[in-house]
């Protein structure tokens, strides 16, 4: 399998839920992002890792947890979320020091919060 | 902070030009080109760099004016295969390795 693969595609959770998003990358890149896409506020940053280590939190709530336990894998843990937490939740992935190769995204998580 | 994309949307018959574009109140170190088809992940189309550049490849092609921290698309006779919605992403100059901020995005109709 080649690419940026997130699973689930789909995911309804209650407000009181755990939950977790996983993305994986088969590229062989170094740094993965967490992007939350919604009518409002589209291709939101929410979280870098550069080497399994996080770079950038862009002031997300503590109710979105990331991990990064390797290079190749990145999960989004979620606990207590609200209504307006329902969005497209994208992953994404580059090679730090090769700019011109760009991000490559996953097909992203449709989270619904209810 | 977010760059400033326009137009939001346009409508083009086949065959038709279009230029969107992409403006930051930031000095910026890269600009970034995606599509995204609705329902997939966005596609990345190409990075112009710091230093003032303009690339292309096929029928669409971008430039990148430093000092005025402005980038345009263009998009030259378009198929109805470029229908979708494009995203500019910036990095801030002197900005943390990867802190790429996606303006809203132009809506982009090819119509037969």
């Known amino acids: 399998e080649t690419g940026v693969t997130q699973t689930p595609r789909h995911l309804v959770m209650g407000m009181t839920n755990k939950k977790s998003l996983k993305c994986e990358q088969h590229l062989g890149h170094n740094a993965m992002y967490w992007y939350k896409q919604s009518a409002k506020k589209p291709l939101e940053l929410m979280f870098v890792y550069n080497f399994k280590e996080q770079t950038e939190n862009n002031s997300v709530p503590s109710r979105f947890s990331p991990e990064c336990p390797n290079s190749s894998h990145l999960f989004l843990h979620l606990h207590t979320l609200q209504p307006e937490d329902s969005a497209l939740y994208l992953c994404?992935?580059?090679?730090?020091?090769?700019?011109?190769?760009?991000?490559?995204f996953g097909s992203g998580t449709r989270l619904t919060v209810v | 902070q977010q760059p400033v994309q326009s137009p939001q949307a346009v409508i083009l018959r086949e065959g038709e030009d279009a230029v969107i574009n992409c403006s930051s109140s930031?000095?910026?170190?890269?600009v970034h080109w995606y599509r995204q088809k609705h329902g997939e992940a966005p596609v990345f189309l190409m990075i112009l760099l710091k230093g003032g550049e303009q690339k292309g490849h096929e029928k669409i092609s971008a430039s990148f004016n430093e000092k005025k921290q402005q980038s345009s698309l263009y998009l030259t006779a378009s198929q109805l295969s470029y229908s979708g919605t494009y995203f500019c992403?910036?990095?801030?100059?002197?900005?943390?390795?990867?802190?790429?901020?996606f303006g809203k995005g132009t809506k982009l109709s090819v119509k037969p």
């Open positions: 994404a992935s580059s090679q730090a020091g090769y700019p011109n190769y760009g991000y490559t």
């Open positions: 930031k000095a910026l170190y890269s």
């Open positions: 992403g910036t990095e801030r100059e002197g900005g943390s390795q990867g802190n790429l901020i």
